[in-house]
């Protein structure tokens, strides 16, 4: 299993950004994806989750109404549209899969919120 995370950078307050997570070794299409992020200093927490087949999908509070997680099963990707961004986004954002095979965690990827 190998989930590779993508898309993160250093965006000013109110932009956007688009995180990808490429996955590869297991049934994607299986499996429930999600997004979580550690802040520095904090515990990782949830941002937000899709169903295997993207028919339901669930936000943090922090993050509703401003963040989208979507999905590609014939692509294996999953994606978070991060709008109107705000410093307290700050953090290593994680992809993580969830099915029959485990739990899998990709690497990561650093959002930074700042003017």
């Known amino acids: 299993v190998q989930l590779v995370e993508s898309g993160g950078g250093l965006v000013q307050p109110g932009g956007s950004l688009r995180l990808s997570c490429a996955a590869s070794g297991f049934t994607f299409s299986s499996y429930f994806m999600t997004w979580y992020r550690q802040a520095p200093g904090k515990e990782r927490t949830f941002v937000a989750y899709i169903t295997s087949t993207g028919g339901a999908t669930n936000y943090a509070d922090s993050v509703k109404g401003r963040f989208t997680i979507s999905r590609d099963n014939a692509k294996n990707m999953v994606y978070l549209q991060m709008n109107s961004l705000k410093p307290d986004d700050t953090a290593v954002y994680y992809c993580?899969?969830?099915?029959?095979?485990?739990?899998?965690w990709g690497q990561g990827t650093q959002v930074i919120v700042s003017s």
């Open positions: 993580n899969a969830r099915g029959v095979g485990g739990v899998s």
